[in-house]
């Protein structure tokens, strides 16, 4: 079932595509800058135990940032699997469609600007309710 936007011309598409590539062709690059590093640390040999744990939390923080890029990765690479198949640039939340001003920015956005502030809202209500309700916690704790 085919649902694209119908206010992307092939002209928007084919621009986009092309930002979605270089995108992911940034994130190859990175990854693969990374693994030689890695490469190249491991072999420059002993090390006394606080370098060790330097390098420890160094590659915690690395990794931390690659599920982050990996994740975004996929997120691309399903951007480009959605233009092949002429499903991309709609909401997944309301199925509108997302302009191409707002795709151009973020090209791999699944949700409509309305959408997106609305998700974006909620997100902080409930962070900001979980946070009172901890709080109420931790002081019922204190007083008793
Ligand atoms: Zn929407």
Redesign the pocket.
């Known amino acids: 079932m085919a649902r694209l936007n119908k206010h992307l011309t092939k002209q928007h598409l084919a621009a986009l595509k092309e930002k979605l590539h270089t995108e992911a062709e940034r994130i190859r690059g990175n990854f693969t800058v990374k693994k030689a590093e890695y490469e190249s640390a491991s072999l420059t040999g002993a090390k006394d135990e606080v370098d060790a744990a330097n390098d420890n939390i160094l590659l915690a923080a690395d990794m931390r940032f690659s599920n982050r890029e990996a994740l975004y990765y996929k997120k691309v690479l399903k951007a480009i699997a959605a233009v092949d198949t002429e499903q991309y640039g709609m909401?997944?939340?309301?199925?509108?469609e997302?302009s191409f001003t707002r795709l151009l920015a973020r090209p791999t956005s699944e949700?409509?600007?309305?959408?997106?502030e609305e998700s974006e809202k909620e997100e902080n209500q409930n962070y900001f309710e979980r946070r009172s309700k901890s709080l109420g916690r931790e002081m019922n704790v204190a007083s008793t």
Do not use: A, E
């Open positions: 909401c997944d939340d309301c199925g509108g997302i949700m409509c600007i309305i959408c997106k």
